[in-house]
Structures are given as C-alpha cells and as structure tokens.
C-alpha cells in the first residue's frame, strides 16, 4: 500500500508579524535560521534520506492559491500537479477531503497522513517511527490515528486527546477531544496521565477517511464529488473556484474526528512544538546565558539584554540595548518591538496592513 | 566689505549612529524630517529668501575629502571651488585657517561668518539680525565675535561664555571661556547670569582672524602660507594632502579665542540647539501627548510607548509597544534600540563596524 503525505499549507502565521505576513506566512519561513523553511522542513521529515515515508510525487501540499509560488520554489521535489490550490479558506474538513479525492484518482489504494506545514519537530527518526507504526495500523484495518504528544507542561494553548483502552503496544483508543483548557483544567490532565497534546497530524488509509466523511461531512463530499468531475480537464480550476467555497467551514475534528468511534491514537514524543507563539519559538531556539535567542541575517549584538528573541532578516546589524522579554522581529521592512508579554497583540498589529 | 560664509561640515555625527553613520554623517542627514539636511538649513539659513547675508557663490564649505561629493549633491548652488576638503581632521583652527587662506585669494577685504553644519536654529530672521549685528561691528574694528546662546537650563552638554562689560547695546567683552561645567557649577552659571552657551559661531573680519592666527598660531599659518602657494595649480590637492595633515590639532577656542584680549560675544535668542544628543533632537521634535518623537519615511505606530524617540529611514512600518524612554533608530539596515538614559554608550556601538 502506497503512502501518501498531505501537508496542509494554508495558514496565513498573523501571530508571528512581521517575520510572518500574509504575501509569505510563517510556514514559507525560516523560522528557526537553520537554511530550511518549515514547510521544507517538513516535507524532508517525510521524504529526505534513509527511512524516508514517502516519495516526492506521492506528497501533496494544499495551500491558499496565492502561495502556489511560494511552494513550487520551495519543494521543486513535488510535482506541480500535487500543489492544491484552496480557492478560499475553508478549514481543514474541506482541504482534506480535496486532497484525499485528488488522492483516488492516482491510486484510490493509499495510505495517507496529514500534517501541517509549519510544526516542528526535533527527533525525526522517532517521528518516522511514530508515523510508521501507526501507517501500518490503519493499512490493515478501518481505523482513523491521530498522533498524540506526551505532554511536557499543562499547556493551555494546545487541545487535548483523552486515550482509553490501549491497542496492542503503542496505541490508544480515543475517548474524547478537549479543547484547550483552562490553567487548572491543563493541571489536572497532566496529573491525571491519560491525556496526550493534539497535534494536528492523522493517519488513515483512503478509503477510511473517504467513508468517515460520506457517513459524517456528506455535504461536503457531494461538492467534492462535483469538483472531481472536472479534474483534469481545462475547467477544474473554473469549477474549483466556483463549488469549493460552498464548503461548510469546519476543521476534520469536528466534522469526524469527534463523530467517528474508531479513533485512535499513538503517544508520540520527538521534541514536537507547533512553533505557535513567539513563546514557544524562542523555547526551541539556541539561548545565550541571559535567556536570549537570536536568528539573523546579518549581525546581531545584545547588550545588557535578557529573555529576548530577536528574529530580523533585512537588516544588517542590531544593536539592542537594555530590553528584558521583548520580541524584535523584522522582515522585509516592516519592524516590530513588543514584549513577549503582550505577543497575543500581534495579530492586531498585522490586520493593521501598512 | 562681502560677506562669506564658513560652514564646517567634518563631523562624523558617531552619537547618532545608526541614524548618522562615518559614511553619512548626521549634517547630512534630514534629521527633523524637514525634507532639508542639517547642512541644507545651514545654508539655507544664510542664503534663502529675504534678507540672506550671503550669496552662494561667497558660502565655504570645509569638510573631510570623503564628503565632498555628499555636499556637491546637497548643495548644488555652491561652486565647487568654494567645497574645500579637509585630508585629515585637525580640529577647528586649521579648518577655519584653510578656509580663510583660500578666501583671501578672492576676497582680501572679507568679513566671515563660521558656523557648524549641523546646529539647529528655531528663528532664522532673529538669527540673521544677531549675525547680521555682530557683522557690521566687525567690519568697523578688528574685534572677533562669538554669538553666545542665552541658556535655557544648567545643561552640562556645552561650553559656556563668561561675559564682562557691554560694548553698545546688544555686545559684551568676553571674559572667559568654561569648559564644560558639573551640574553644580552649571546651575551656579544659570544664577549668575553673565553666562551664555559657547555655539561655536564666530564672525571677524578676514584680515582680522588671518592676523590673530599670525600672532597665536604662528605654525599653522606657516603651513597655509605653502599650502596656498599651490592653490590652483595642478599640485593643489597633492600638497594639501602632504601638508595639511601636519597642521597642530586644535581647536580655534584653544588657539584663538582664549588667547586673544579682543573677544566679543552677541547673547542670541533663537531657539538654537545643536542636536549633539538624542535627547537635544527630541527636544526639538514636535512630541504626542505621550513624549514620543517620531521621524519616519514609512509608517510608525507606537502602542503603549512614552518618553522615545523613532528615527527611521529604511523601513516601511514600524509597530512598538510597550517601551519608555528608548531610541528606537535605524538607517540603510542598521537598526538601535537603547534607552535614551544610555545614549553614551552609543559611539562605543558605533565604534564596532558591521
């Protein structure tokens, strides 16, 4: 059974202004000043060196229509007919369900795992490993996987999965999906020891996931059904704009993964953050002794200043001098200083286009 | 008797990084975001519009060899004759000297005013009648005036005038120069009231400065005198550059000014600063209701801010939150922030090229 990987590329990072903006958003980033953006990163989690998932023609990326460019310059390895374009953002039921009916016409025989573009992982080995066991768990069976993280901290900024009965070694049946908690709420299932960090990454094979969303999202299969009509010919992209945005809105979780009873899930623990919050970056950044992390184009130099992140692109030298907890970010002439503390502003900050 | 105008424009502006930089100083630098350089209003002060003490053709520039082509650009109303570079910087005396040799070749009969490129004048029509004053009673003796700023507060930034007896109704005898003062010493000078800012602007009359540099810096002279023996000839500039750099580095005040019995000075009142701190150039910045100053070529939003000063050039938005009392600057990729408390630090950032 032939594995195919559906990165979902579609989001717009107005959190991370203005490293991140809406021409370029954070998955098409280096964000982490390591020569790859995310969305690369990504994609060489699945498909680069030994142990690879997945071949580059069997990786298909959905993403907003602007950012076709962005992606084609960023992974040539795929082939242009797998880059899917979202003619209007419709959360991830719809974008999935495009994928996967993309996905039947090549080989309706797949094994598929979504994942995002912009979530980061340290140990990709285990990674792979994770993804393969459960890939081997849903080839021989109709079981939908989703990939829990052991939880490090009672986050509030992730969802929560609630694992049951265990599933032979490594595996748990699902029994609820928490939204993100309160702090005590957060407490207590880290106390508790069932609860694992949705990431965001499925598993399932084709058929399992074409069936789940006919029994649960069958609105939005019938306009898929319509869309997949025109596939290939010279009015896909006509028809394609005209039906996908009459998809309901609505995220996989909702639409099956809170519906459907046979869902499991496998404990992952590879040094995965979904980079969410300028946070969350920074804790997965080299910090110097004064708990400042630094990636720049050019020279940066710190002086008497502590608990920073600094992210610049353009600019050839900063000098800070006596910041405590501030993020300096600046990309493409636009800059931003503002603490750490006030970081939930930025995206008022960036809806303010200028 | 003509009147010429010597500006002298060698600073390196190196407390003004990165907004001035060695490459572009702060005199030529639009640092109040008039449209105009520093040097500009200089010269715009002496020869723009009604009641200019002088014509293009009679204004001087001294400046460093690698300026001359930033002053031919900013001021093409001056003939390029008139821009004199410096080979190296030795202070005001063989400056002013070089000027006034050169001067001598086309004018004997000469009376000069000397100002630096970058002071700021509030009131120009006040400050050409305290010029223009101080000109007529130069022309009529050989006396050399210094135009004395009536201080506004103890600052401790700048040199003061001790005056003596008045000469007429509006001039003083000098009767000492005062380095810059403690802040004791300032406050006893600001009670006292015969003490007065030095500004380092100086009017006498050719013959009169060229005789006083004769008696009290009789080296420097020495090597005018062989310097101008090549001026126009095709040596010029290789003498210049041979002899020049072996001028005594120092400064008209220590050479002339204190040594001379006939110093006079003319108390101004124009709203003179001369921007030699950021906390001068914010002072003379039209302020928000939050004591924020703000010079910038695209668009700045200060959320939450007090007590700074922006000063950017390069970059198109510009969003702060959350920062009192800090210099934000950047200019042509180079970016600061840094408490405007530890603005003297600034030149050792400066100091470190990148």
Redesign the interface.
């Known amino acids: 059974m032939e594995t195919q990987v559906v990165i979902m590329a579609g989001g717009i990072g107005s959190r991370f202004w ?1 490293m991140s903006t809406p021409e370029v958003p954070k998955q098409f980033i280096d964000v982490l000043g390591t020569g790859r953006t995310m969305i690369q990163m990504t994609y060489d989690r699945f498909c680069k060196g030994e142990g690879a998932l997945c071949k580059p023609q069997n990786v298909w990326i959905v993403t907003s229509e602007k950012y076709v460019d962005l992606v084609r310059g960023q992974l040539p390895e795929v082939p242009e007919a797998n880059i899917l374009p979202e003619p209007a953002s419709r959360n991830t039921a719809p974008c999935i369900a495009y994928a996967c009916w993309k996905i039947a016409r090549v080989n309706p025989d797949s094994n598929i795992v979504v994942s995002p573009a912009d979530a980061f992982v340290l140990d990709s080995a285990e990674y792979r490993r994770v993804i393969g066991t459960a890939l081997s768990l849903t080839a021989s069976s109709t079981k939908i996987f989703t990939v829990g993280i052991k939880p490090l901290r009672p986050e509030t900024g992730y969802g929560y999965i609630e694992t049951g009965e265990a599933l032979g070694e490594e595996a748990f049946k699902v029994t609820a999906f928490k939204e993100k908690p309160d702090a005590p709420t957060a407490a207590k299932y880290i106390r508790d020891g069932r609860y694992l960090w949705n990431a965001g990454i499925f598993v399932w094979k084709l058929s399992t996931i074409t069936a789940a969303l006919r029994e649960y999202a069958p609105g939005i299969c019938s306009i898929m059904d319509r869309i997949a009509e025109s596939f290939g010919t010279p009015d896909e992209s006509t028809v394609l704009g005209e039906l996908f945005p009459q998809c309901e809105k609505i995220s996989i979780d909702y639409a099956v993964m809170e519906k459907s009873p046979d869902i499991y899930t496998i404990p992952g623990d590879f040094g995965w953050s979904d980079l969410g919050t300028w946070g969350s970056l920074k804790a997965n950044l080299p910090q110097d002794r004064q708990n400042n992390a630094v990636v720049s184009s ?2 940066a ?1 710190l ?1 008497d200043c502590k608990n920073c992140i600094v992210h ?1 692109d ?10 405590d907890g501030y993020i ?1 970010a ?1 990309r493409d ?7 750490l503390s ?1 970081e939930q ?1 930025i995206r008022e ?1 960036s809806s ?1 286009q ?1």
């Open positions: 203005p050019g020279s130099e002086w610049v353009g600019l050839r030298r900063v000098v800070l001098d006596a910041l300096v600046e002439g636009r800059l931003l200083v503002c603490p006030d502003k900050f303010k200028a």
